[in-house]
Structures are given as structure tokens and as C-alpha cells.
């Protein structure tokens, strides 16, 4: 069994950084992607950002320049790093790691269970 531990998250003031942190545990081969998505009260789950296991990056246009992603590989980690954050950053942000758990399987995607991040005007 895979498990996604999200930490970080809190009240901050726009304009303000916050540091969002992913481990993962358990028994597997590897993990390809990982990444964050958001949720606000009534939306949907949308892409923040992900990184893949060569630490190539994908940004929502939402948070290009003011987010960045980043992994230890070593540590089965994920990190986002928050700065400038505004009111409609809002959510809560949920940590997502697509795992091999056999070499020869195909990946399967794991959630955490999230971490609240609010950002008051």
C-alpha cells in the first residue's frame, strides 16, 4: 500500500509564501509524476503543477511566476513552493503521485488527502 502525506499549508496574507510539502511511503518500484492540484468550496479539481521524474515542470497559467514545483527523488518527496499568493489561491491543494508499483505494471495514480491553504485581502 502507497500513502501521500501533505504538509504546509495554513493562513497567509496576500502577497505572502507558503511551502507545501508531499511524501510518499510504502512499497513500490517508482514514481513517475507528481504533482498538486486545488480545489475551492463548489469547483473542481484543477491542475496547479507537476514534475515528472526528469524534473521537467508544468504550470497552470494561474500560477506561472509565482509557483514552482520541485522533488528529491532520495526523500520520494514533492515540494511547491508559494509566493505572491492572492484570495482566489484559496483551496485545498492535494498532492497526486502516479506509482509503479511493479516494473513491469502500468502506473496508478494515488491522492493525498489534502491541505488547506487560505489567503486573506
Known amino acids: 500500500q502507497v500513502q501521500l502525506v501533505e504538509s504546509g499549508g495554513g493562513l497567509v496574507q496576500a502577497g505572502g509564501s507558503l511551502r507545501l510539502s508531499c511524501a510518499a511511503s510504502?512499497?513500490?518500484?517508482?514514481?513517475?509524476?507528481m504533482g498538486w492540484y486545488r480545489q475551492a468550496p463548489g469547483k473542481q479539481r484543477d491542475l496547479v503543477a507537476l514534475?515528472?521524474?526528469?524534473?521537467?515542470?508544468n504550470y497552470a497559467d494561474s500560477v506561472k511566476g509565482r509557483f514552482t514545483i520541485s522533488r528529491d527523488n532520495a526523500k520520494n518527496t514533492v515540494y511547491l513552493q508559494m509566493n505572491s499568493l492572492k484570495p482566489e489561491d484559496t483551496a485545498v491543494y492535494h498532492c497526486?503521485?502516479?506509482?509503479?508499483?511493479?516494473?513491469?505494471?502500468?502506473?496508478?495514480?494515488?491522492w493525498g488527502r489534502g491541505t488547506q491553504v487560505t489567503v486573506s485581502s
Open positions: 497526486a503521485a502516479d506509482f509503479q508499483l511493479r516494473q513491469q505494471l502500468p502506473s496508478l495514480r494515488t
Open positions: 510504502g512499497s513500490f518500484f517508482s514514481i513517475n509524476v
Open positions: 514534475i515528472n521524474s526528469g524534473s521537467s515542470t
